[in-house]
């Protein structure tokens, strides 16, 4: 079965430069997540997305962006990045019209690394 | 906002013996819980979720249960293996598009 798709799985980018992680959700899913997580952390909620719209919103830095398109898929845009931004950024997918509504898929993961 | 709490934060088992695993969430607005299983580097995969309508849901060797009024849900694994060593994270949110808060995990160890 098709899965969340990531990309790019790695990335390595310098202090304050800017980066952008796509994410092609699971077909037929009309909702996205992004999260963050650390090094032993948890996943954090970052923000989500339902038929193109924000849905919901966590704890996103002003610096970084998201949305939606057309055709489901999503982009986060990270720009003046941080030594601290270093984590592994996951995208995941549901539906609300699927008899397993709300189950979150996870994707690989982005591994974004700042130097 | 929701909080869920976990525990315990590690856990070592010797296989075959049960784990347990108790979340406790603070939105009584939270009506769907999942379980993820997390091996290192990797995603977080649903291992099995229970929604608000229900009080216990089994799959095989892991089963989960539910008390809304006490707005806590636990993970069982009964026959545990070495390859359920990993780290468990239980969650929480209100509905599709919504944010899945997540507690702070649990390394479980099974030891052969």
């Known amino acids: 079965a098709a899965g969340v798709i990531q990309s790019p799985r790695h990335l390595i980018k310098e202090k304050r430069e800017t980066a952008t992680l796509k994410c092609y959700p699971i077909?037929?899913?009309?909702?996205v997540y992004w999260y963050q997580q650390g090094p032993g952390q948890d996943p954090q909620f970052l923000i989500s997305?339902?038929?193109?719209?924000?849905?919901d919103k966590g704890s996103i830095p002003d610096r970084f962006s998201a949305q939606q398109f057309s055709d489901y898929h999503s982009e986060l845009n990270m720009s003046s990045l941080e030594l601290g931004d270093s984590a592994l950024y996951f995208c995941?997918?549901?539906?609300?019209?699927?008899?397993?509504?709300?189950?979150?898929?996870f994707g690989e993961g982005s591994w974004l690394t700042v130097v | 906002g929701e909080n869920v709490e976990q525990h315990p934060s590690t856990l070592s088992v010797q296989e075959g013996d049960s784990a347990v695993i108790k979340c406790t969430y603070s939105d009584s607005a939270s009506n769907y819980f999942p379980w993820y299983k997390q091996e290192l580097g990797k995603r977080p995969q649903l291992i099995i979720d229970i929604r608000s309508n229900v009080g216990e849901k089994k799959d095989q060797r892991i089963a989960v249960t539910l008390n809304k009024t006490a707005k806590h849900f636990s993970l069982h694994i009964t026959e545990t293996q070495p390859e359920d060593s990993a780290v468990y994270f239980c969650a929480a949110s209100i509905w599709s598009g919504y944010a899945l808060n997540f507690g702070k995990g649990t390394s479980l160890l099974v030891t052969p």
């Open positions: 997305f339902y038929e193109k719209m924000q849905s």
């Open positions: 077909p037929r899913h009309d909702t």
């Open positions: 995941a997918s549901s539906s609300t019209t699927e008899d397993s509504g709300n189950t979150i898929y």
